[in-house]
Nanobody, 130 residues
Framework: QVQLVESGGGSVQAGDSLRLSCAASGRTFRSSAMGWFRQAPGKERESVAGISSVGHMTYYADSVKGRFTITRDNAKNMLYLQMNSLKPEDTAVYYC???????????????????????WGQGTQVTVSS
């Protein structure tokens, strides 16, 4: 079982930065890929970024490449998303996620899918105004 708690969201101006954090509990954190997803009003949840269990592989959606950076600290059971040069279209609820117990998907496939089988946090709101 994995529990995820996000923090760090807020309301900012276009061009500003935010750092999201996700505190994870559970012994499987260090062996799990992790990801950030987001959901804007009226839209489906989409993948933003992902990182493999030891950080050797990362994934970014095209819309955030060069602006967002995902990192993890396995010693602290923490996942981060540094978001720079924020745009109004980045406005959404951001969710931290880990693969569910039955997931056997390879990293690149898992991170591209907002699967209902994932463990999910409660989400943190990011609002970017122009």
């Amino acid at each position: 079982q994995v529990q995820l708690v996000e923090s760090g969201g807020g309301s900012v101006q276009a061009g500003d930065s935010l750092r999201l954090s996700c505190a994870a509990s559970g012994r499987t954190f260090r062996s799990s890929a992790m990801g950030w997803f987001r959901q804007a009003p009226g839209k489906e949840r989409e993948s933003v970024a992902g990182i493999s269990s030891v950080g050797h592989m990362t994934y970014y959606a095209d819309s955030v490449k060069g602006r967002f950076t995902i990192t993890r600290d396995n010693a602290k059971n923490m996942l981060y998303l540094q978001m720079n040069s924020l745009k109004p279209e980045d406005t959404a609820v951001y969710y931290c996620a880990a693969p569910g117990p039955s997931s056997r998907l390879p990293f690149k496939l898992w991170v591209s899918l907002a699967s209902s089988d994932n463990y999910w946090g409660q989400g943190t709101q990011v609002t970017v105004s122009s």
